[in-house]
């Protein structure tokens, strides 16, 4: 059974900095690309960045380049969401998710955490 578990998530103020992990089990975790998401209420969940499972590329969405990177511990099955300079407009659930294809489009992902909530206060 495949399972993705996020967590580090939290509430921070303004110009804060948060490192989400994604646990893996149940997959073969260096075949996957790896994609973070968010969704804030109201809201369809929307990319923001991945990490490739040959070469480590990586790829962000314009609205947080230069603050988030994507990275991965292949020996661990994890993944790390590392976020920078956090703005309330971060607020929102964030996922990561496992798939084949190298893209920021959610119905590309096959396998789903549960999300962890990050809250970000003026």
Known sequence: QVQLVESGGDSVQAGGSLRLSCTTSGLTFSQYVIGWFRQAPGVGRVG??????????????????????????????TAYLEMHDLKPEDTAMYYCAAGPVQTLEPSLYQSWGQGT??????
């Open 48 to 77: 923001v960045g991945y990490i490739a499972n040959i070469g480590r590329r990586t790829y962000y969405a314009d609205f947080v380049k230069g603050r988030f990177t994507v990275d991965r511990d292949d020996s661990k099955n």
């Open 117 to 122: 909530q990050v809250t970000v206060s003026s």
